[in-house]
């Protein structure tokens, strides 16, 4: 994108896609005028990808004004800084090191000097750091590795010690004439059953929660193309990815005893019965 040469004297603005949409209906609003802070109106002169600020928010409504000249504000006195973006194919290593040799000895009017250079990824990073959206991500990340953790070693456990007290049927089963792969196959249904069934039934509870949490009302300020916050599409996925992992857990909680059972001669697995 180009911006025009008369740009900051026409007090242009530049508005995201979904701003543009939110406004106008549509993402083509180059020409439209747009009103905020005061009365005045500006032009808009281009219509940018949606952006997101922080690496755990969802893009928003963003305006950007051109302006000739640097505001006077106490906090931007100190400081200045410019971001150059770098074509691709542009080893970054070497445009650092030119910056560095031919730019910045001329870099010093006045009181002003030339501090140093850095990439975007890095100062993000850093900002996100000191923010704490990087703690925050980290928290959330360890409580569901916590849960999930929890939830495997209890399930599994559960259908571990139900496939060992059933030895000796699986002992009689074999000396029955029954083939390895077919025992494990009626375990393995078995499990699958029980928690498609358990599934089914907890269903009902928890639309429940769902609507009675007020989670089935529609976001004000999310944006409605992200299935997030969508709560029948959000429902439905969460849904079904919470029943893939639970049948997932079932079946490695009930395959690794009963194969291991499976294989113990008849005769061992029916001596205590």
């Known amino acids: ?8 004297a026409r007090e242009g603005v530049f508005v995201s896609e979904r701003m543009a949409k939110e406004l106008f209906g549509t993402a083509d609003a180059v020409g439209k005028k ?3 802070g005061d009365s005045t109106f500006h032009e808009v002169m281009g219509v940018l990808q949606d952006y997101k600020h922080r690496v755990n928010e969802q893009p928003g409504n963003l305006l950007i004004q051109v302006n000739g000249k640097i505001p006077n ?14 074509k691709q194919n542009v080893d970054v290593a070497a445009f650092e090191k030119r910056f560095k040799a031919e730019v910045v000895p001329q870099l010093t009017v006045g009181n002003f000097y030339f501090t140093k250079l850095g990439r975007f990824a890095d100062i993000r990073r850093q900002y996100e750091n000191e923010s704490g959206v990087t703690n925050t991500l980290r928290l959330q990340y360890s409580l569901a590795g916590f849960a999930l953790l929890c939830v495997f070693l209890g399930m599994v456990g559960t259908f571990w010690i139900r496939c060992n007290a059933r030895r000796q049927d699986i002992g009689l089963m074999r000396s029955m004439g029954a083939t390895r792969k077919g025992i494990c196959s009626q375990f393995l249904t078995e499990a699958w059953l029980l928690v ?13 929660r769902v609507y009675a949490s007020g989670f089935a009302n529609p976001t004000m300020d999310g944006n409605p193309d992200y299935w997030q916050n ?3 599409t959000h429902f ?3 849904s079904i990815l919470t029943y893939v992992i639970l049948l997932i857990i079932a079946l490695l909680g009930t395959y690794a005893p009963v194969t291991r059972a499976a294989k113990i001669l008849p005769a061992e697995a029916l001596r205590d019965e």
């Open 73 to 86: 504000h106490n906090w931007i006195q100190r400081m200045y800084m410019v971001t150059f973006r770098l």
């Open 34 to 36: 747009v009103r905020y």
């Open 196 to 208: 498609t069934v358990a599934f089914v039934v907890s269903l009902p509870l928890t639309i429940h």
């Open 1 to 8: 994108m180009s911006l025009p040469e008369d740009c900051a």
């Open 236 to 238: 439905f996925i969460v």
């Open 230 to 232: 969508q709560p029948y």
